[in-house]
């Protein structure tokens, strides 16, 4: 599949405008500095939907990743393999004028504005390349993949980070919504450090604000942790086939 440019709409072109702007009013105090930073690179404007060709040649060039344009949610196998092979899978298309606040599936917003930034940060892609290596070697265990996806969800979807100005916000989950941008950051929500164990076993919910979050120190530590994740996964697998045995 291709981005093909020129079926983007006056509407399309508007929905993106209207989301970038209002999401660069929080962000600036709000999300990481790689964020930050990766969004400058990228060279996303408010007055142009980025085109994927010009966005693959800036990330190949800082990480060697790319954009592999996907329908929407794709299979798990699909979504591993393509991410191993450093391709994130992203959408073409945008959210409707109607549908500026909830979606049921991510749309470009989401996939590019949100997460593509930070995909120019060698340790957060080397996380996201090596967790998608476990994955492919669980495809088919309903078990794992949901304890692989606890790890995806509280980290890449919805993480946060302690930087020396503050806690801000590294999730695309996070940063595509302006609720869950101002949200995540008040003191309502309670906020733990990065710990592979809890958060293997926290269940998550979608389409509604989490109600906790965890903080990492630095993109380092994810990518640090995946010998952990691979350990603690193993166990949980091993543990868990054994209860089915007995049952
Ligand atoms: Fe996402």
């Keep these: 599949m291709k981005q093909i440019y020129g079926n983007y709409t006056k509407e399309d072109f508007e929905v993106w405008q209207i989301l970038y702007k209002r999401q660069m009013g929080n962000l600036p105090t709000a999300a990481s500095t790689a964020y930050l930073e990766g969004l400058n690179k990228v060279n996303f404007v408010e007055d142009a939907i980025p085109k994927f060709d010009e966005t693959n040649e800036v990330l190949q060039q800082l990480t060697g990743w790319k954009l592999a344009v996907v329908p929407g949610i794709v299979p798990d196998y699909t979504f591993f393999e393509l991410m191993s092979n450093k391709r994130f899978p992203a959408t073409t298309w945008l959210r409707k004028m109607k549908e500026l606040d909830y ?21 957060f892609v080397d996380f996201l390349e090596a967790l998608s290596n476990i994955g492919l070697q669980y495809v088919g265990n309903d078990y794992a993949i949901e304890i692989l996806s606890r790890v995806y969800w509280f980290t890449v979807e919805f993480g946060l980070i302690q930087e020396e100005a503050g806690l801000r916000i590294y999730g695309a989950g996070i940063l595509s919504s302006a609720g869950e941008t101002k949200f995540s950051l008040s003191e309502e929500p309670p906020k733990y450090s990065f710990d592979v164990q809890v958060i293997a076993n926290t269940p998550y919910k979608k389409n509604v604000f989490q109600d906790r979050y965890f903080v990492i120190e630095s993109y380092e530590q994810l990518y640090n942790s995946i010998p952990e994740v691979k350990r603690i996964l193993a166990e949980m697998v091993a543990e868990h086939e054994g209860k089915v045995v007995t049952v």
Excluded: K
Excluded at 103 to 123: G, I, K, T, W, Y
């Design 103 to 123: 979606l049921e599936e991510p749309d470009m917003f989401h996939d590019v504005f949100a997460h593509v930034p930070l995909l120019s940060n060698q340790s």
